[in-house]
C-alpha cells in the first residue's frame, strides 16, 4: 500500500521533500455500550484495519487534502485560515477539525501541508473510521510539530474536535481505543478518569467476527444525542436523592433503590441500560481474567438484549444479525458494536465454526433484510503510530 499511496502523492503534489507515513487503527468495543458518556467502563480494541495518510509540510498556509477512497474527486484545497466546519467539504472537516483543534489548544500550526490519506475500514460501519483519520492526523501533528503532547491528549484533542468542529457529542472511547491499542490486548478504561488497563484476549481457537448490516448511519443525524440528553435527565433526577456525579458510580442495586425519582420510564430504562451495562463489563473484564469465555459471552449477549429493549438503539438489522447469531452452533458471544442505529455487531465464533456463522447469518440476513451483510475475521492490532 505504501508505494501506491507514494506514487500517487508525488503524482498529485509532485516529488521531494520530507514526506512522512502514518497509520491509527479502528477500533472495535468488545463490551460496555454507551457508557462512555455516562462515567462508567467500556472495553474496546483496535483493529488492524485503519487509515494511513502520507503528509509533507508547506511553506505556505495552504491545505491539500485527497482521498485514495473517492478517486473519482479531486483534491480539497483550503487553508490554515479557513478552519471551520462545512457540509461542503465533506471528510475534510474531520483532519481540519484536528488541525482546528490543536491549534484552539495552545499548539499552533504555523505551516501549511500536504496530506493523502487512504482508509480500509468499511466506511459508516460503526469501526470508528473519522475517528481513525482525526487520530491519524494527531499522530502526524505531535510528529511534524514536534508538540510535547501524549497519546491521551491526542485522544482527547481528537474528540475536542468531533464534539466542537464536526458538532457530534461523542465520548471519549472511539479516540482513545484508537490512539492507545496494544496488539492481541483490550483497553478496560474508566471514562471518569482515563485511568485504564490492557487485558490480552486470548481466544484460544476462537476468532473475531465483525458483521456490517451495511445500513448507513451518521451520529451526527442519529438519535445519539438524544440517548445523552435522556441519561443527563435521569442523572439529575437521581442527584436530589444521591451524592453522584455519573451514572457511572452506581451500582444495580443503589440504582434499583432509587430510581423512583426518575419521572419519566424512559429516563429510567436509560439509566438502567447505562448502570447495569457499566457493571456488566466490568465483571466481563473479571470472567476474561478467570478464563472464563463463556462468561464472558454471555454477558455480550446481555448486553445487546438491554441495548435492544432498555437503550433501543438496535433496530431490525441488528437484531437480526445477532439473534441469527445466537442460534449457531460454536457462538460464544454476539452483540451490536459503536453506536447503533445501523453499523456492526461483534461475535466471537469458534474457528472451525466460522464458515458457516458467515454462510448461516448472511443467508437469514439477506433473506429478512432484503440485501447483503458483510463479513470480516479480525485480528486487534496496536494503536496509532508514525510508520517507517
Ligand atoms: C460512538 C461514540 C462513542 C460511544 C459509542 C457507544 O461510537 O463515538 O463515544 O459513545 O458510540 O458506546
Not at 31 to 57: M, Q, S, W
Not at 133 to 159: N, R
Not at 253 to 279: D, G, L, M, T, W
Not at 283 to 292: P, T
Request: hydrophobic content about 40%; glycine content about 10%; overall charge negative.
Amino acid at each position: 500500500m505504501k508505494e501506491k499511496m507514494l506514487k500517487k502523492f508525488e503524482e498529485l503534489y509532485g516529488a521531494g521533500g520530507d514526506i512522512r507515513f502514518y497509520f491509527a487503527p479502528g477500533r472495535v468495543n468488545l463490551i460496555g455500550e454507551h457508557t462512555d458518556y455516562n462515567g462508567g467502563h467500556v472495553f474496546p480494541c483496535a483493529l488492524t484495519l485503519g487509515t494511513y495518510a502520507v503528509v509533507r509540510k508547506r511553506e505556505d498556509d495552504v491545505l491539500r487534502f485527497y482521498s485514495m477512497n473517492f478517486e473519482n474527486r479531486d483534491v480539497v484545497k483550503s487553508s490554515l485560515k479557513d478552519l471551520v466546519f462545512q457540509r461542503a467539504a465533506g471528510w475534510t472537516n474531520y483532519p481540519k477539525g484536528v488541525l482546528w483543534a490543536f491549534t484552539s489548544k495552545g499548539h499552533p500550526i504555523d505551516k501549511g501541508l500536504d496530506i493523502l490519506v487512504y482508509g480500509n475500514i468499511p466506511n459508516g460501519s460503526g469501526l470508528s473510521s473519522s475517528a481513525s483519520v482525526e487520530i491519524v492526523i494527531g499522530v502526524m501533528l505531535k510528529d511534524m510539530f514536534g508538540f510535547d503532547v501524549s497519546m491521551t491528549d491526542i485522544a482527547l484533542l481528537g474528540q475536542y474536535a468531533e464534539n466542537n468542529y464536526n458538532g457530534v457529542n461523542c465520548g471519549i472511547m472511539d479516540q482513545f481505543s484508537i490512539a492507545m491499542g496494544k496488539k492481541d490486548h483490550a483497553i478496560f478504561l474508566d471514562t471518569s478518569d482515563l485511568s485504564y488497563e490492557y487485558a490480552p484476549i486470548v481466544l484460544a481457537g476462537k476468532k473475531i467476527i465483525i458483521t456490517s448490516s451495511n445500513k448507513k448511519r451518521g451520529l451526527g443525524d442519529s438519535k445519539y444525542n438524544e440517548r445523552r440528553k435522556e441519561c443527563e435527565t435521569a442523572l439529575v433526577q437521581l442527584q436530589t436523592v444521591l451524592e453522584i456525579s455519573s451514572l457511572g458510580e452506581l451500582t444495580e442495586e443503589a440504582f434499583e433503590n432509587a430510581k423512583e425519582v426518575i419521572k419519566s420510564p424512559i429516563c429510567v430504562r436509560r439509566a438502567r441500560h447505562a448502570v447495569y451495562e457499566n457493571q456488566r463489563t466490568i465483571r466481563a473484564v473479571q470472567a476474561l481474567k478467570d478464563h472464563d469465555l463463556n462468561l464472558f459471552g454471555q454477558l455480550m449477549n446481555e448486553s445487546h438484549k438491554s441495548l435492544r429493549d432498555d437503550y433501543e438503539v438496535t433496530g431490525i438489522e441488528l437484531d437480526t444479525l445477532v439473534e441469527a447469531a445466537w442460534e449457531q452452533e460454536g457462538v460464544v458471544g454476539s452483540r451490536m458494536t459503536g453506536a447503533g442505529f445501523g453499523g456492526c455487531t461483534v461475535s466471537i465464533v469458534e474457528e472451525s465454526a466460522a464458515e458457516r456463522f458467515i454462510a448461516e447469518v448472511g443467508r437469514k440476513y439477506k433473506s429478512k433484510i432484503g440485501y447483503e451483510a458483510d463479513f470480516y475475521v479480525v485480528d486487534i492490532g496496536d494503536g496509532a503510530r508514525k510508520l517507517a
